[in-house]
């Protein structure tokens, strides 16, 4: 319990350390830059954008019109809704006809098989420098 409090202690002082280095920092550009004109001049008095704030969504298929406002609630929406746009237009599988006949045929004698050696290597652990280095 002493160990929680000396956390939190810690916690708030490092978030009030924070605070007053951002407030030294603004303090002193707007010292340095606020009395010539340049960009920051220009942009300490234009009035900001406010964000498109959506305050509730529809549930689709809600016979009675239903809207929501709960923040969880709606990103399971928008989610649910991206994922059915991604899948709309993937090409669905098709059952193999004529065209695709001896193709399958081929496809059906093959017998995919991995050397000991690779299994091995299979078996591994990717390390988190190989994946950058791959990735990079």
């Known amino acids: 319990m002493l160990a ?11 978030e009030s350390l924070h605070h007053l280095n ?3 920092h603004n303090a002193t550009r707007n010292y340095l830059e606020g009395k010539m004109v340049g ?5 300490i008095n234009n009035p900001r954008t406010p ?3 959506l305050r509730s969504l529809r549930i689709p298929l809600s016979n009675p019109l239903t809207l929501t406002s709960k923040s969880s609630d709606m990103a399971q929406l928008a989610q649910d809704y991206h994922e059915s746009i991604q899948l709309q237009d993937l090409p669905q599988f098709q059952p193999p006809d004529e065209d695709n006949v001896p193709l399958q045929h081929v496809l ?11 299994k ?3 078996a591994k652990m990717v390390k ?6 791959a990735i990079c």
């Not at 960009?39 to 942009?43: A, G, P, R």
């Open 4 to 14: 929680v409090a000396t956390l939190e202690e810690t916690i708030t002082n490092l």
């Open 22 to 24: 951002a407030r030294h």
């Open 39 to 43: 960009k920051y001049w220009i942009n």
């Open 51 to 53: 964000c498109n704030t």
């Open 108 to 118: 059906d004698h093959l017998k995919p098989r991995v050397l000991p050696n690779d």
């Open 120 to 122: 091995n290597d299979l």
């Open 128 to 133: 988190l420098h190989e994946v950058q280095q």
